[in-house]
């Protein structure tokens, strides 16, 4: 019963606590997405020297942790470049987590924009279109309904990702979990915590699949 009492009582600090983990895995995510779009077409471009700036980009942030990536951002970049220098955590989570998911998009879009059909391009062009207007009106919203299912697992890696931020200090749930944990001497609170870890990927997990079921590509 006691137990029961406690995990009440730290219920609502942990659920506010949440807003930062959430909030954090969806703009990381949407401006991972926007980046990811650019840097895609950069990979498949005629342009041999930005094709290979954008897969040069992909290799270092598919490559290294990102946990590194987060550390780098925060501690290493104010002493290489002091002038950008940053005071607020969360603001440097988004840096660090937007860079890298968005090499991660950035392969997921490259494959969705190549598995579109090169006779979809061949007729666009053969309409008139130019490239630039063929991608944007013919194969990129051909692509976005393949796009959704490999988007959904990014969403989900990113928001279990978040614990990282813990690292810096930045009060997220995991953060604002072990400050109970400490405080209070008990490991007990990991439960609620962890279960609010399941209820969001439970959430956005259902969120995708409906998605995926109603912009099916087999329509």
Not at 18 to 24: G, N, Q, Y
Not at 54 to 75: A, D, H, K, N, S
């Amino acid at each position: 019963m006691r137990n029961l009492e406690l995990v009440m009582g730290w219920l609502p600090s942990l659920i506010f606590a949440s807003r930062i983990t959430i909030s954090l895995s969806v703009i990381s995510v949407v401006i991972g997405m926007l980046a990811g779009v650019f840097i895609a077409l950069g990979r498949i471009s005629a342009n041999g020297a930005l094709r290979k700036a954008c897969g040069i980009y992909i290799f270092i942030f598919r490559g290294t942790p990102l946990l590194m990536q987060l550390f780098f951002v925060w501690y290493a970049l104010p002493l290489a470049i002091p002038w950008l220098a940053m005071q607020d955590r969360f603001l440097a989570a988004c840096i660090a987590f937007s860079i890298n998911s968005a090499a991660y998009q950035a392969e997921i879009i490259r494959a969705a924009i190549q598995s579109i059909d090169p006779g979809q391009m061949e007729a666009a062009r053969s309409l008139g279109l130019t490239y630039g207007q063929a991608m944007r009106l013919v194969i990129i919203p051909q692509s976005i309904k393949r796009l959704i299912p490999p988007v959904g697992n990014e969403f989900i890696m990113v928001l279990k990702d978040t614990s990282l931020v813990s690292t810096i200090a930045l009060v997220d749930l995991m953060k604002h979990t072990s400050q109970i944990q400490s405080s209070a001497a008990t490991a007990l609170v990991y439960l609620p915590s962890a279960c609010l870890y399941l209820i969001f990927t439970a959430v956005f997990t259902f969120l995708f699949n409906y998605l995926e079921k109603r912009h099916s590509v087999y329509e």
